[in-house]
């Protein structure tokens, strides 16, 4: 079916369904500075939060076969987004990994996202964002109860726990006034969420 945005859905659940399809593929299409897809977006994340993985757990934790997920590293790689290094446990495997541009390149797109976010609820009380929040979060919830997820896949709640704190706007100025002053100057918040990130795994 042809999604068009004049549509007037005729009840309140076909509403709710119809606003999500407009806000999810907008969220996936690339956004102005963007260099990557949707799909390369997802790889940097699973890695972000995860750390270095066998390219059989990344593929598992994507819920791609492995030729998928191999595909996206190898183009990735060539981007110089992703390394691999060797298997401290198998030194006949390697693991994957993020370079520091791809760090970087993830934190930007997802910043970019974070703010069209903010853009689209320019005006609103701070009232209506938190009951926004609220019924987002508890309708999140909802669906996760009714459907099926693998055991596996609790990595991306705890792990975007861990990164969001770095793309909130305005963090430089708040380090250099509290955290430098509470911490002798020493970055500790980098530290701090590197070992966050840890705990997901």
């Keep these: 079916m042809h999604v068009n945005d004049a549509y007037a859905p005729q009840t309140p659940v076909e509403g709710v369904l119809h606003a999500f399809t407009r806000v999810g593929r907008r969220l ?9 897809d ?4 997802v790889v940097l994340f699973a890695l972000r939060c995860n750390g270095a993985l066998r390219l059989s757990d990344l593929a598992g934790r994507l819920e791609l076969d492995a030729s998928t997920a191999s595909r996206h590293v190898r183009s990735l790689e060539q981007l110089g987004l992703i390394r ?19 760090i970087e390149q993830w934190e930007t797109s997802a910043r970019r996202r974070m703010e069209l976010l903010s853009a689209a609820m320019e005006g609103w009380s ?3 964002v938190q009951t926004f929040e609220r019924l987002m979060t508890r309708f999140a919830d909802g669906i996760a109860a009714h459907t099926e997820a693998p055991s596996s896949a609790a990595w991306a709640d705890k792990g975007w726990a861990a990164v969001a704190p770095r793309l909130r706007p305005d963090r430089s100025a708040e380090r250099s006034t509290d955290t430098d002053s509470a911490t002798g ?6 530290e701090n ?3 966050n990130l840890e705990s997901t795994r």
């Design 84 to 102: 691999r290094s060797p298997d401290p446990d198998d030194g006949r495997a390697f693991r994957v990994e993020l370079t520091e541009q791809g």
């Design 28 to 36: 996936k299409a690339k956004q102005p500075g963007d260099t990557m």
């Design 193 to 195: 969420n590197d070992n």
């Design 38 to 41: 949707h799909s390369a977006h």
């Design 185 to 190: 100057g020493d970055p500790a918040g980098h």
């Design 126 to 128: 701070d009232e209506d």
